[in-house]
């Protein structure tokens, strides 16, 4: 089951680069891991998208371009974070609790990410290559930078004044099981 959101910009953030950031998410149903997509309107040209290199882990890829994603159990305090940019370089780790106890995380494979772009938008789909679990509470993100350096920071809640995707409050998507 796929679902759908459209992520809102933080409200202490006014940028102009980009109208409209919608996601999508769900288990792939041949079993291929989890699929993500996003797509960011706009005007893609007044953004900075990294170019096109390897699928290598890196950290600090929320520096520049990039989307997240955060999964979490309905119960509990660990959750996972996953960064993908543009670029193919990737994160990811876990945490016992907000911010805190934070390791690796291994996948048996690097996320596969391929982008488009046309004169009115960019899209950016991810396969993540986990195994279907039960249902979740998932949180889409996305830091875009503009030509200018500045940054926006998108997603589906904002829980305060300050941009905080750990905060439980922006997973607020739920993420069904395969059926």
């Keep these: 089951m796929q679902a759908s959101a459209e992520l809102i910009c933080h409200p202490a953030i006014a940028r102009q680069a980009v109208r409209r950031v919608g996601a999508e998410i769900g288990w792939d149903p041949q079993g291929h891991g989890l699929r993500l997509s996003f797509v960011v309107g706009g005007a893609p040209g007044e953004l900075r998208f990294p170019p096109p290199g390897p699928a290598v882990r890196r950290d600090d890829l929320w520096r520049e371009t990039c989307f997240e994603l955060f999964l979490r159990p309905p119960a509990g305090t660990a959750y996972r ?3 993908f940019a543009p670029s193919g370089a990737w994160a990811a780790w876990t945490f016992a609790d907000r911010r805190s106890g934070r390791r690796d995380l291994e996948l048996p494979a690097a996320p596969a990410i391929t982008c488009r772009y ?34 926006s920071y998108w997603a589906l809640a904002h829980g305060g ?13 739920l993420l069904e099981p395969l059926a």
């Design 81 to 83: 974070e996953f960064n």
């Design 118 to 151: 046309d004169v009115a938008q960019w899209q950016v789909e991810i396969r993540l290559p986990l195994a279907p679990e039960p249902a979740l509470r998932a949180g889409l993100s996305a830091v875009l930078q503009e030509r200018d350096g500045e940054l």
């Design 161 to 173: 004044p300050r941009q905080d995707f750990h905060d439980p409050a922006t997973q607020t998507l």
